[in-house]
């Protein structure tokens, strides 16, 4: 079940019952009388409650607005503590993933939980500002190793005669 509900399967120009929008949405039609009870406009107080589909986009796009924590330059989103945090120490590891974008590596300062951040290699000076970088090497690919994995199939010096089978 997904935490925010994707206002965008909302139709706008119908009006929806307490039921039809949780089976649209996918979640219990108590949500939906919790919503309503939480604000969500309805078209009168009487029963089956009828609900306009534009207000129901409306209300879960703010509700999905209110639910976001823009990260300011510098700042990581810690997930454990639910905020932009600065890293600890201002020190910051960068781990290239191809040529143009990289993943930036931090600690949280309260609660000592890794932070990552995706950024373009193009604007690295703007993101990282004052924070101290530690470059390190992009991983290996598959297609730069000069030989194959060891728990590969492929075997050198493999000829056709033992190849067959037992018995032959």
Request: charge should be positive; include cysteine; charged fraction near 30%.
């Amino acid at each position: 079940m997904p935490k925010l509900p994707n206002y965008r399967r909302v139709k706008t120009h119908r009006s929806y019952t307490v039921e039809e929008i949780a089976s649209l949405l996918d979640l219990h039609k108590n949500s939906v009388r919790t919503w309503v009870k939480a604000g969500l406009p309805t078209c009168d107080g009487q029963r089956p409650m009828l609900i306009l589909g534009s207000d129901l986009a409306a209300y879960l796009q703010a509700r999905r607005k209110k639910s976001k924590r823009p990260c300011k330059l510098g700042e990581f989103y810690c997930v454990r503590c639910r905020l932009p945090r600065v890293p600890a120490g201002g020190m910051v590891d960068c781990k290239p993933e191809s040529e143009t974008n990289g993943r930036l590596e931090a600690i949280c300062p309260v609660c000592d939980c890794i932070m990552n951040r995706w950024i373009s290699l193009a604007k690295w000076e703007q993101i990282c500002g004052k924070t101290e970088v530690t470059n390190t090497e992009a991983p290996e690919q598959v297609s730069d190793r000069t030989r194959p994995a060891v728990n590969s199939d492929f075997k050198e010096g493999v000829s056709d005669n033992a190849k067959t089978q037992p018995g032959e």
